[in-house]
C-alpha cells in the first residue's frame, strides 16, 4: 500500500472485504470462462426463443402489444439463450438434467402469455411477466451457482459441498471416458 492509495483498492476482487457482491462475482467467475462452444450456443438459443416467443404470441404478424411485450421478449430470450449455454459441455458435477428444464420453460410461457396481445388486466400482464423473468433469472443464478461451486470450490473445505440430484436423468448422454 502506498501512501496515496486508498486501502479498498488493495483489496483483491472476489475477497470478503471487496465492494462487488455476490450477484456482479458470479458473472465474473463463470461466464469469463465459458469455452465458444457454450458461448454460441448461449447466442444462438437466445434468437431461437426470440423467434419462438415473438411466433408465439402473434408479434410476428403484427400484433402489438407495446415496448413492455418487446422488452419482455428480449429480456427473456437473453435469460433462455444464456440457460442453455449454461447446460452445453457443463463440467462434471454440474451437468444438466431434465429437471433443468421445468423452471426455464415455465419462466418462457409465462413470458409467451404476458407478451401477447389479448384481453387481459395489463397490470396482471406485466406482474405475470416480471414473475416469469423472475423465475428464469432464479433458475440461471442456480446454474451458474452449481457451477461455481464444482470448478472453482475444490479447496476440500466443509463451505464447498455442492448438491447434485441423484434423481433425475441426464439432459445429454455422457461421453464415454478415454483412458
Not at 447446460?87 to 423452471?103: E, F, K, M, S
Request: hydrophobic residues 45%.
Amino acid at each position: 500500500m502506498t501512501v496515496h492509495s486508498k486501502p479498498e483498492e488493495n483489496i483483491p476482487p472476489g475477497t470478503a472485504g471487496s465492494r462487488t457482491g455476490r450477484v456482479r462475482q458470479l458473472p465474473q467467475q463463470v461466464l469469463r470462462n465459458w469455452p465458444r462452444p457454450r458461448v454460441a450456443a448461449a447466442v444462438v438459443a437466445a434468437g431461437l426463443a426470440a423467434t419462438f416467443l415473438l411466433a408465439a404470441n402473434g408479434m410476428m404478424a403484427g400484433a402489438g402489444t407495446g415496448w413492455t411485450g418487446y422488452a419482455l421478449v428480449g429480456a427473456g430470450s437473453i435469460l433462455a439463450g444464456v440457460l442453455a449455454g449454461s447446460y452445453v459441455n457443463a463440467p462434471i458435477g454440474a451437468a444438466a438434467t431434465l429437471c433443468d428444464l421445468r423452471w426455464p420453460a415455465l419462466g418462457l410461457f409465462g413470458a409467451v402469455w404476458s407478451s401477447s396481445a389479448r384481453e387481459a388486466l395489463p397490470a396482471a400482464q406485466i406482474a405475470v411477466g416480471i414473475l416469469s423473468l423472475s423465475v428464469m433469472a432464479w433458475a440461471l443464478h442456480g446454474r451458474l451457482e452449481l457451477e461455481r461451486k464444482v470448478t472453482l470450490g475444490r479447496s476440500g473445505s466443509p463451505d464447498d459441498d455442492v448438491d447434485v440430484c441423484t434423481d433425475c436423468r441426464p439432459l445429454f448422454h455422457a461421453k464415454p471416458r478415454q483412458d
